[in-house]
């Protein structure tokens, strides 16, 4: 896919996924777009289904929607509240840890740029960026493996993992996609372009797509 053939190739792909299921992250942020509430679902989400992240964050939102209130739940409660997400026993005390962080040196208002984002332990670049796009509304390129996927199956970039396509990305895609690229990639990546024996047969932007390391496809 040549930068040219890019503006078409996204007309086709924001047609089709219309028709596919929104992530469960991009839903929860069109309703309530709370900074706090993007990274605590973020970093429950890291390994774990779109169905069982929503249904543990909404049970520890019931209990706690601000920094305040979740530093003061004690871990097992945290624990029980987002079971059966992976790692919840690590997952439960990081996010309390972070709570006591952002009330410390944040004042209780969750950081909008990435470089501070990224001083939390537990906080990567992908859940550095989807605060500041779905919580923010700034720009920013969430790359996960859905992202790092297809965008080098289309041969639009050429990288060896998610944070060198980020970095990519940022040099070679207008800034006006960054922030719809992540929801749109990984609703068409979980439906359409899977990793292994891609759709191309009822994917709308199949001409576009250079099929780089695709062996077998339907």
């Given at each position: 896919?040549?930068?040219?053939?890019?503006?078409?190739?996204?007309?086709?792909?924001?047609?089709?996924?219309?028709?596919?299921?929104?992530?469960?992250?991009?839903?929860?942020?069109?309703?309530?777009?709370?900074?706090?509430?993007?990274?605590?679902?973020?970093?429950?989400?890291?390994?774990?289904?779109?169905?069982?992240?929503?249904?543990?964050?909404?049970?520890?939102?019931?209990?706690?929607?601000?920094?305040?209130?979740?530093?003061?739940?004690?871990?097992?409660?945290?624990?029980?509240?987002?079971?059966?997400?992976?790692?919840?026993?690590?997952?439960?005390?990081?996010?309390?840890?972070?709570?006591?962080?952002?009330?410390?040196?944040?004042?209780?208002?969750?950081?909008?740029?990435?470089?501070?984002?990224?001083?939390?332990?537990?906080?990567?670049?992908?859940?550095?960026?989807?605060?500041?796009v779905l919580g923010y509304d700034k720009p920013g390129i969430c790359v996960d493996t859905h992202v790092h996927r297809i965008t080098n199956r289309w041969g639009y970039v050429q990288t060896r993992n998610p944070e060198g396509t980020e970095y990519a990305l940022r040099e070679k895609l207008p800034q006006k996609y960054w922030k719809e690229i992540n929801g749109l990639l990984v609703s068409f990546?979980?439906?359409?372009?899977?990793?292994?024996?891609?759709?191309?047969?009822?994917?709308?932007?199949?001409?576009?797509?250079?099929?780089?390391?695709?062996?077998?496809?339907?």
């Amino acid at each position: 896919m040549t930068i040219e053939e890019f503006p078409r190739a996204w007309s086709g792909l924001k047609k089709q996924v219309k028709s596919l299921d929104t992530p469960w992250l991009e839903s929860y942020a069109a309703r309530d777009r709370d900074p706090f509430k993007v990274l605590i679902s973020c970093i429950l989400s890291l390994r774990t289904q779109d169905k069982t992240t929503g249904e543990a964050s909404e049970r520890l939102f019931a209990l706690a929607s601000d920094p305040e209130a979740l530093a003061g739940l004690p871990v097992k409660t945290i624990e029980k509240s987002i079971y059966p997400v992976g790692f919840y026993h690590v997952k439960a005390q990081r996010v309390k840890a972070i709570s006591r962080e952002i009330i410390k040196r944040y004042d209780g208002k969750v950081p909008d740029t990435i470089e501070e984002l990224l001083t939390f332990k537990g906080v990567g670049r992908k859940t550095a960026n989807l605060v500041v796009v779905l919580g923010y509304d700034k720009p920013g390129i969430c790359v996960d493996t859905h992202v790092h996927r297809i965008t080098n199956r289309w041969g639009y970039v050429q990288t060896r993992n998610p944070e060198g396509t980020e970095y990519a990305l940022r040099e070679k895609l207008p800034q006006k996609y960054w922030k719809e690229i992540n929801g749109l990639l990984v609703s068409f990546g979980q439906n359409i372009c899977k990793p292994i024996s891609p759709l191309c047969s009822v994917c709308d932007i199949n001409k576009y797509c250079g099929k780089i390391g695709v062996g077998r496809s339907r």
